[in-house]
């Protein structure tokens, strides 16, 4: 990775430099094969070529059909087409989790739907469903306890005959901690089997009514856990390219067929009418190159247990070297690359700007949520105060970090945090 003099970067969980070997692939596409992908003629079809296989390359590696796959312009257009999505999908059609619902069901007539998330989700999801909440919608938050994890009996209770979407992110972004995503794929399904069976006697509407949708925000996990999303279970999943070393701008929905979803973006007719606008084709190019380069990383697992050694070792380091730290996030449940710390009687932003001084750059949290002055909302989850939320900075490692970045951050760290504490003790 190209660094300033004496950089160490260590915000991977906020963004990644491109991979080299993706600005090689898009390049062509920039220049030579610039046409629009929906025009007909030569220079347009050969980027609509490049879509395609940009499309097979995501789909391979997520293990479904080419035409489930929906280009974005990143994770929280995704995000916000998945749940919204469903949810007008409702009001148009009836209960969105089967092609055939007949329009006007009695639920969809009722105009009320029932969705489920947990507290702690990106603020793209959180958003979204508090807009749906003031248009009636009704909204389960769930717990998460001290570890960061949502129990999958949790889940299972708060689903309702009118629940018509599960939104869960399988990595939160601050914390790094990993959701049960198929375990709680495998109560979904469970659910609709015995739904079935149950409806033997019943009428078709009600089978409907009890069949959410199951929705993941994939966007920190693809780098390092499981992504099939026939052994995960579930029915919408979104990425986002920038995370992966791919371009920033692009991303993608994962809607598996039969999931109805309505368009919140009219327009013309591209990505099979979900998502309206001229597609950005030299990303998508991008975005599957580095999904490319990504699955032949992870089928060679070395990378995931160097990072996972090096956050190790940096998590040890902190804790024995600094007096009144604690990890945030169950220890064992979380993903390889993140670490999130708190500092007693230091505040998180000065602690990051000092570090930024020594030309190490990490984190207090969410990158969407850094021009906010609110504790995070995660931490909060977790059942910390605000002054103890405020006092937390959040260390992610990637591809490009190495061992001698860890131990730069452990020369400086110590001395920050002491500097600190002295100016908070007056």
Same mark, same amino acid.
């Given at each position: ?7 160490? /970067?260590?915000? *991977? ?11 090689? !692939?898009?390049?062509? *596409? ?17 980027? &609509?070529?490049?879509?395609?296989? &940009? ?5 391979? %590696?997520?293990?479904? @059909?080419?035409?489930? #796959?929906?280009?974005?312009?990143? &994770? ?12 007008? !999908?409702?009001?148009? *059609? ?36 508090? *807009? ?12 998460? /306890? ?5 129990? #999958?009996?949790?889940?299972?209770? &708060? ?10 992110? /399988? ?25 079935? @069976? ?8 009600? #089978? ?38 791919? +371009?920033?701008?692009?991303? !993608? ?9 309505? +368009? ?78 708190? %500092? ?55 591809? %490009? ?10 020369? #400086? ?14």
């Amino acid at each position: 990775m190209p660094k300033r003099k004496s950089q160490v /970067y260590l915000d *991977y969980a906020a963004t990644t430099p491109v991979d080299p070997r993706v600005i090689e !692939a898009m390049e062509p *596409y920039l220049f030579e094969k610039f046409g629009n992908a929906s025009s007909l003629h030569t220079i347009g079809q050969e980027s &609509a070529k490049a879509v395609d296989r &940009a499309r097979n390359q995501v789909a391979k %590696f997520l293990d479904c @059909k080419p035409m489930e #796959v929906i280009f974005t312009s990143g &994770a929280t257009e995704a995000n916000n087409t998945a749940i919204k999505g469903v949810a007008y !999908a409702l009001k148009k *059609y009836g209960n969105p989790s089967a092609s055939s619902s007949p329009r006007g069901s009695r639920l969809s007539r009722a105009g009320q739907g029932h969705i489920i998330t947990t507290k702690i989700e990106h603020p793209c999801v959180l958003e979204s469903c508090r *807009y749906l909440e003031k248009q009636g919608f009704k909204i389960t938050y769930l717990p998460v /306890y001290k570890n960061g994890v949502v129990k #999958v009996s949790d889940v299972k209770k &708060a689903i309702t005959k009118k629940t018509i979407l599960i939104s869960i992110m /399988y990595v939160n972004n601050e914390i790094g901690t990993i959701q049960p995503i198929a375990e709680i794929g495998k109560l979904i399904k469970d659910i609709k089997s015995q739904t079935t @069976k149950y409806s033997s006697n019943s009428s078709r509407q009600a #089978v409907q009514a009890i069949k959410p949708v199951f929705h993941v925000d994939a966007t920190q996990a693809i780098n390092y856990l499981d992504c099939n999303v026939n052994r995960l279970g579930v029915d919408l999943m979104s990425l986002s390219a920038h995370k992966i070393y791919g +371009p920033k701008g692009v991303g !993608a929905l994962y809607v598996r067929k039969g999931t109805q979803i309505e +368009p919140f973006v009219h327009g013309g007719h591209q990505e099979y009418g979900v998502r309206a606008g001229t597609i950005n084709h030299p990303g998508i190019v991008g975005f599957g190159k580095a999904i490319e380069i990504l699955q032949e990383t992870r089928n060679k697992k070395q990378e995931t247990r160097r990072i996972e050694e090096l956050r190790d070792d940096l998590i040890k380091g902190i804790l024995l070297s600094i007096p009144g730290t604690r990890l945030n996030g169950d220890k064992k449940m979380r993903v390889a690359n993140n670490i999130n710390i708190s %500092f007693d009687n230091v505040e998180g932003e000065s602690l990051l700007i000092l570090l930024d001084f020594k030309g190490i750059a990490v984190s207090t949290g969410s990158a969407c949520a850094s021009g906010s002055l609110e504790p995070s909302h995660v931490l909060m989850a977790l059942g910390r105060g605000p002054l103890e939320a405020h006092g937390s900075i959040r260390i992610t490692l990637g591809r %490009f970090t190495r061992e001698s970045d860890i131990k730069k951050l452990l020369a #400086v760290l110590p001395k920050a945090v002491e500097k600190l504490k002295k100016i908070s003790m007056g």
